[in-house]
């Protein structure tokens, strides 16, 4: 079982940029699509985006593209959501979460293996 830990959430004034780590332990994260989401405060879990196992496919939010970017690092077990133009509308708890084996889901209910989040705070 994939255990995800993420990290790298903070305080930013809005049009700041923050980068956010998700570490895997447990498996192998190569082997997964993986997908970001965010929580704010009385609202539902919301998809931020996903990458492709190889790293080779992204996909965004409308809310979103254009201002953030997925990557990973396989060698390092890693997966990172690059945030820049940072909106206060943007604060929430953001999470990653394993993904289904098919590509093209963004549904809540398709991820898996959800990290403890990590609170991304901006203000205006």
């Known amino acids: 079982q994939v255990q995800l830990v993420e990290s790298g959430g903070g305080l930013v004034q809005a049009g700041g940029s923050l980068r956010l780590s998700c570490a895997a332990s447990g498996g192998t994260l190569s082997s997964y699509q993986m997908g970001w989401f965010r929580q704010a405060p009385g609202k539902e879990r919301e998809f931020v985006g996903a990458?492709?196992?190889?790293?080779?496919?992204?996909s965004y939010a409308e809310s979103v593209k254009g201002r953030f970017t997925i990557s990973r690092d396989n060698a390092k077990n890693t997966v990172y959501l690059q945030m820049n133009s940072l909106k206060p509308e943007d604060t929430a708890v953001y999470y990653c979460?394993?993904?289904?084996?098919?590509?093209?889901?963004?549904?809540?209910?398709?991820?898996?293996?959800w990290g403890q989040g990590t609170q991304v705070t901006v203000s205006s």
């Open positions: 990458i492709s196992r190889s790293g080779s496919l992204t």
């Open positions: 979460a394993v993904g289904p084996s098919v590509w093209g889901s963004r549904r809540r209910e398709a991820f898996g293996s």
